[in-house]
């Protein structure tokens, strides 16, 4: 006999919108399994969904009927917000001049009970704020997700391009971030008791001051699922790309992080920070930090110091090994002063990228690669 989900899939039907009104029905209607797709056009901001439920094998679907003419969300306090989902996805949409964030998903303040098993993909998300604690993407209580081949650019001065508070087991991959050297805001933030998530193969062009904010500063009652004395653990950065920003990585409050196989290029300020904003009782001082395989790319007269060492935290407890670091501008000057001694770095080999003005940091295939690669 077909089980229940089985007759629900049949039932639920692909949906073709082409204005506000139908899309906004569809939505309310829209059962597992379907597939909403949204004609090339602009529609206004605001799109509510609360208690949207796909299934594992039969998610629901919003995207563009033509992802090369997506279709365009603009205005409102938000473009979607999605509360209290699962098995839901957004692709090949374009969100912009949202005035609180681009997009929200949350868990609708049962903060023992994420949102799960979401997916963005093939987004563009522009232009949110600008002024003020705003994000491009804010995640607040979801759990099993993946933030795919996404480009966000210009959120919020205070805010980030992507923001994690409470969210567990995700992954940010391949998506591009755009924003500005500027003090305050970040490309990618978790806090508030995030853990177990991946940032991959993303590129940072001048993507805030802190362009990765590995933890944060959280008021207690929005911890999810509740404080357990740390702002984020167990955090995954690598294969990523930096051009700018005061720091390509901070580790803030953060319990256990690997940042490894990156190319930082010219940071203004530091490569890294390791920092405490929460100090409340409790709550562990910036630990278990591991700095392996990047390559670090600057200039002696810009970059201040390679790791920013803040009051309360651990440096003691943090790993660099492998790490391959150059100064444009004083290649004898390469060798960084470290909170910890360096296991196996390279200072001062001239890495050859195929076009570094253009931003092309690709490694040339005839020249070898400086960094060594320590064992996973």
Avoid at 221 to 230: I, L, Q, S, W, Y
Avoid at 253 to 269: C, E, F, L, M, T
Avoid at 306 to 313: H, L, P, Q
Wanted: charge should be negative; aromatic fraction near 6%.
């Amino acid at each position: 006999m077909p089980t229940l989900l089985a007759l629900l899939t049949c039932l639920a039907a692909d949906v073709d919108v082409k204005d506000d009104a139908g899309l906004r029905r569809a939505v309310a209607e829209a059962r597992p399994g379907a597939t909403i797709r949204v004609a090339p056009g602009d529609y206004a901001g605001g799109v509510f969904a609360r208690d949207l439920h796909g299934a594992a094998e039969a998610p629901i679907v919003i995207r563009a009927a033509d992802p090369a003419h997506p279709p365009v969300f603009r205005g409102g306090s938000f473009a979607f917000r999605i509360s209290r989902a699962s098995h839901v996805e957004l692709r090949d949409l374009v969100v912009e001049k949202a005035t609180d964030n681009g997009i929200n998903v949350d868990d609708g303040g049962e903060l023992t009970s994420p949102s799960h098993h979401v997916v963005l993909a093939g987004l563009t998300v522009r232009d949110v704020g600008p002024d003020g604690n705003h994000d491009g993407i804010k995640l607040s209580g979801l759990a099993d997700f993946r933030v795919e081949g996404c480009t966000i650019e210009r959120w919020g001065r205070g805010g980030s391009g992507i923001d994690m508070v409470g969210c567990r087991d995700g992954e940010i991959v391949g998506c591009t971030f755009r924003h500005g050297d500027e003090e305050g805001a970040n490309a990618v933030q978790m806090k508030g008791g995030t853990r177990a998530i991946g940032v991959r193969r993303c590129r940072f062009e001048h993507a805030g001051h802190r362009a990765v904010n590995l933890g944060g500063s959280t008021g207690l009652p929005f911890f999810r699922p509740r404080p357990e004395g740390f702002e984020a653990k167990d955090l995954v950065v690598e294969d990523c790309t930096f051009i700018g920003s005061a720091a390509a990585v901070a580790f803030v409050g953060v319990d256990g992080a690997a940042v490894r196989r990156n190319v930082i290029y010219r940071p203004k300020s530091w490569a890294f920070r390791i920092l405490q904003e929460n100090r409340g009782e409790g709550f562990v001082p910036s630990r278990g930090g591991k700095v392996e395989g990047n390559l670090i790319v600057h200039r002696a007269d810009e970059m201040r110091t390679a790791v920013n060492v803040g009051a309360d935290t651990a440096p003691e407890t943090f790993t660099f090994a492998g790490n391959a670091w150059y100064a444009l501008d004083a290649p004898a000057r390469s060798r960084p002063s470290l909170p910890v001694a360096e296991a196996g770095g390279v200072y001062g080999v001239e890495p050859h990228f195929l076009d570094a003005e253009a931003g092309d940091l690709r490694l040339d295939p005839r020249s070898p690669d400086p960094r060594t690669r320590p064992a996973p």
